[in-house]
Each structure stands twice: as structure tokens, then as C-alpha cells.
């Protein structure tokens, strides 16, 4: 044990701080905190960020993309499952089209080309994600760029 690296520097310090700070103590002693600080510099090493994985109601996207309507609807709120229950309309029916074709003919890598629509009361889907949609605010078209957190809202309420 006499040989470990982190228990000599360990010593050398606590041995430095009784010297430069008496009875003070570790804790609140400037100069023992500089070398502690300096020796843990040292050991910290550039980590690894990991993202956590996006998941819609403990439902992760993956599955998300492959789900029905009617499988979809059933995990959303009471007011978009309503709507959906309805029927979906021609209109969102079009916009999705156009933005899969969008998505369809933009390279890898590349953000797909913005699609305009006054549909504000649109939910997202997950279908959606990775599209750019020109939003109508009354004035003029906000480009509104779907990601996975904005699934069961509105496309109006990123238009603002």
C-alpha cells in the first residue's frame, strides 16, 4: 500500500497543508485546495457524451416510425386523439406527402427544403421528424424544424 501512487501525493499534501495553513484545517485552507485541484486535473480524461435515446411515452422512436395511426393515436392526449378519431382530413393527408417528398430528395446530411403551409392545427407526428415546415403566423412563414420532442403538439405552437 506503501507504494500507491494516489496515497504518497494524498500524503505530500495533507503534510503541505499542516505546514502552510496550521490549524486551519484541510477544508478551507487555499493552498491545500490548489494541488488537490491540479492532481484531479491530471486524472480527468475527455469523456464520452452519450445522448439518452428519445422515447414518446416510454415508446422509443424506432417503434414510434413503425406504428399505426390508430396505434399512435391511442398515445397521445385526449384532445389530438380526439381529432384523430374524427378522421384525418385531406389536407394533412397533402402535407405529409410533400413532406415526404422533401425528405425523399434532399442527399444525406443535408436539411430537406422547407415545405409552407397555414395548417397550424397540424399534430406532429412522428412521420414528421427530420422535416422543415414553413408554418403561416398570419404575417409570414416561421421555418419550423421537427424534432422527436415536439411529437403530439401542435405545429402552431412552434410558429410563434
Given at each position: 500500500?506503501?507504494?500507491?501512487?494516489?496515497?504518497?501525493?494524498?500524503?505530500?499534501?495533507?503534510?503541505?497543508?499542516?505546514?502552510?495553513?496550521?490549524?486551519?484545517?484541510?477544508?478551507?485552507?487555499?493552498?491545500?485546495?490548489?494541488?488537490?485541484?491540479?492532481?484531479?486535473?491530471d486524472?480527468?480524461?475527455?469523456?464520452?457524451?452519450?445522448?439518452?435515446?428519445?422515447?414518446y411515452?416510454?415508446?422509443?422512436?424506432?417503434?414510434?416510425?413503425?406504428?399505426?395511426?390508430?396505434?399512435?393515436?391511442?398515445?397521445?392526449r385526449?384532445?389530438?386523439?380526439?381529432?384523430?378519431?374524427?378522421?384525418?382530413?385531406?389536407?394533412?393527408?397533402?402535407?405529409?406527402?410533400?413532406?415526404?417528398?422533401?425528405?425523399?430528395?434532399?442527399s444525406?446530411?443535408?436539411?430537406?427544403?422547407?415545405?409552407?403551409?397555414?395548417?397550424?392545427?397540424?399534430?406532429?407526428?412522428?412521420?414528421?421528424?427530420?422535416?422543415?415546415?414553413?408554418?403561416?403566423?398570419?404575417?409570414?412563414?416561421?421555418?419550423?424544424?421537427?424534432?422527436?420532442?415536439?411529437?403530439?403538439?401542435?405545429?402552431?405552437?412552434?410558429?410563434?
Amino acid at each position: 500500500a506503501d507504494d500507491d501512487p494516489v496515497a504518497i501525493l494524498a500524503q505530500a499534501i495533507l503534510a503541505q497543508a499542516k505546514s502552510s495553513c496550521g490549524d486551519v484545517g484541510p477544508k478551507t485552507c487555499k493552498p491545500f485546495l490548489l494541488p488537490v485541484r491540479a492532481a484531479m486535473a491530471d486524472d480527468d480524461q475527455p469523456k464520452k457524451r452519450t445522448f439518452r435515446k428519445f422515447s414518446y411515452r416510454g415508446i422509443d422512436l424506432d417503434k414510434l416510425l413503425d406504428m399505426s395511426n390508430q396505434d399512435l393515436m391511442e398515445l397521445f392526449r385526449a384532445r389530438q386523439r380526439r381529432k384523430f378519431s374524427r378522421g384525418i382530413k385531406r389536407a394533412p393527408i397533402t402535407l405529409l406527402k410533400k413532406l415526404r417528398k422533401s425528405k425523399r430528395e434532399t442527399s444525406y446530411g443535408e436539411k430537406p427544403e422547407a415545405v409552407k403551409t397555414h395548417l397550424r392545427n397540424m399534430v406532429i407526428v412522428p412521420e414528421m421528424i427530420g422535416s422543415v415546415v414553413g408554418v403561416y403566423n398570419g404575417k409570414q412563414f416561421i421555418n419550423v424544424e421537427i424534432k422527436p420532442e415536439m411529437i403530439g403538439h401542435y405545429l402552431a405552437e412552434f410558429s410563434i
